[in-house]
């Protein structure tokens, strides 16, 4: 009973001294805070999506942008359209990716067509 008692007045302190504290993990340069991820990935993609050329094919995007946040495929007048969107810019601070936050890459049979602004995009449907 003693020992529990005098466990309990060391940790106590101890214990209460520690509330409030941050812990910053880094690894070597890469800083894993979700905010810079988000800002950083939004600065890379428009980077690499400033540089996209019309015709460029469906499968080298993907190879040079990585997984999209949002993809569509669909077909019209038997052709195959995809459209991948890629987070370009930070609009609402929730923590989460909406399409008006992307810009869309827009694919008729594996080659590219169009580019814009995501939440612009409309599916074109067949008459």
Request: with cysteine.
């Amino acid at each position: 009973m003693k020992k529990s008692l005098l466990a309990l007045l060391l940790v106590l302190p101890l214990t209460s001294t520690l509330t409030g504290c941050v812990i910053a993990v880094k690894d070597g340069e890469v800083d894993h805070s979700f905010m810079n991820d988000s800002g950083d990935r939004s600065y890379e993609n428009r980077k690499k999506i400033a540089q996209v050329q019309l015709g460029s094919s469906f499968i080298d995007m993907q190879e040079k942008l990585g997984v999209a946040d949002f993809s569509e495929t669909y077909k019209l007048n038997e052709k195959t359209i995809r459209v991948l969107y890629y987070r370009s810019r930070r609009k609402h601070k929730d923590g989460l990716t909406t399409k008006d936050e992307c810009t869309y890459l827009e694919f008729v049979d594996g080659e590219l067509v169009q580019t814009g602004n995501g939440g612009e995009y409309t599916r074109v449907v067949a008459k």
